[in-house]
């Protein structure tokens, strides 16, 4: 890290910096003793409910993730203490800059302003505060924690050791500095500390009640509240674009949703969400809400809300995700519409699921699907992003083992893998606000959507996991349906597809890699942010721009460094390319039509059962 260069203003000698806690209230002795006694009685309660053992909790996975990240760690301690030079290396890479820091400590407590050696990343709110900033010995505890980090990261990437191994390396690097950060801790936290003085420990007791009710929410495992989800009602202020649920079957409802235009295009839009959560992402809120901007613009859709499943849906395939769901609907909507084309869209492993049924139905010469949009969609697994972590035969032998005994993962598996993606935003600092701080989440209607988990059948996650991930089947034109193999190549309809510039699930460089592999014209574009924020870039207020190129190159840099940035959301460029694809436009339809007898309101009954 480069060091900072000091203002003309700051050159001279300062004053001594200001006491941490300069207005801090009396200390109630009294009341913190009192606090203290329920605090380690609770805890203690809290504690042996944890230590009890739960029918649905795996003690296995907690195990294997330890001995991966000790493996991991292992292989990369072994090459820099097997040669004496790069030890030595390592050794004085650490001592200078923990050199540099004391140096730097000792000029600030004698009085000097002086630059810190790594000053804070930008955006880190885990240190905005200016406690952190006046006190040298508060500074120092953030300092040696960076360094002792950024030591760890140069060492980890500069071994000469097989990519998985860097890869898990860093994946539990990021756990253990995200863990063990000082701002996670009340001694070493000043914020935290003034807090829990000021309010006589308070905060703790408070921290501890919320704890407890969390723990007893996830049956014995602790289930972190992310929002307060009490002020969201699907239905009413989520997922709450009107339209009917028209047919259900074992594996998913489909609903059609309700005009808001005399004239639709004639050509129908079927949306196929992932089932890993739940489909509202794409229906948030009213002003977020994608479903609802494609109603807007004059098309009639159709969208398939997923079964949460259990045990009866444990033999419940990819083929049966295919068959049940896109192949049913398609006939559904030639029902009710009369159209034998229709657009369709898939997002995130819903654009997978999509992409093998189109080169399934290009063998066929199945035509019906006439346009298709996929959203940060991987057909291409060679470079799948974080969760590649995840991915060796060990470790999906050890889930399919663990599938086998109910018939499905458990919903809080996967909402923990991918919260592990961001430890600081999606664990520690709710660990802290609500564990320390003692508050209660806001309300906030991604995370409420992002904690509402999902199962999944045990025989479509496996299949997924080995031929997607594990071997990449697709891209190879070696994945089979019904015993058939699948080739992209003959998918040869006009293609959308987006991916977001800092996706870590579904790299843009990944996606542009699957792309390139379809055998028609692709139209590439690239949002800003991520895998959701990215795609959920309403076109009314939108938040990041995005990039649009020609033809697919060789390169996803080339392509980027050469496309043309566009202000506002790439919800226009879809808009406006859906218009291309068929124009002609007929009356609006009524959900079901004169065919199907609606069997309840949008967003029905599956999407409502909790994991």
Known sequence: MSEAVLPPELAKPAAAPEPVVPDAPKLDFTRLSQNLAVLIEQGGRVLSTLLQPQPDRSAGSFSESVADAVQAFGRIAEYWLSDPTRALEARTSLSEHFLSLWAQTLRRLSGEAVAPIVPVEPGDKRFAAPQWHQSPLFDFLRQAHAIATHWVED???RTETDPMTKLKAEF??????????PANFVATNPELLQETLASSGDNLVRGIANLSADIQAGNGALRIRQSDSSKFVLGVNMAATPGKVIIRNDLMELIQYTPTTEKVFKRPLLIVPPWINKYYILDLNPDKSFVRYAVEQGHTVFLISWV???ARHRDKDFEAYIDESIMTVLD????????????ALGYCVGGTLLAIALASMARKNDRRIASAT???????????????VFIDEAQISALEESMAEKGYLEGAKMANVFNMLRPNDLIWSFVVNNYIRGQSPMPFDLL?????????????HSFYLRNCYLENKLSRGRLKIRGVPVNLRDIKIPVYSLATREDHIAPASSVFAGMKLFGGDVRFVVAGSGHIAGVINPARKPKYQYWTGGPLTADYDDWLQAAKEHPGSWWLDWAAWMAAQAPEKVAAREPGGDKLMPLCDAPGTYVRVKA
């Open 332 to 343: 559904v909507i030639a029902e009710v519409t009369g159209e034998t084309e229709v657009n």
């Open 172 to 181: 539990y690097l990021r756990q253990l500095s995200s863990a063990l950060s």
């Open 155 to 157: 060492l980890v990437s």
């Open 308 to 310: 949460n499943p259990d």
């Open 448 to 460: 409420t959507w992002n904690s509402d988990a999902t199962r999944m059948t045990a025989a479509c």
């Open 374 to 388: 996929f959203l940060t969609t991987q057909t291409d697994f060679a470079d799948a992003g974080d969760l590649r």
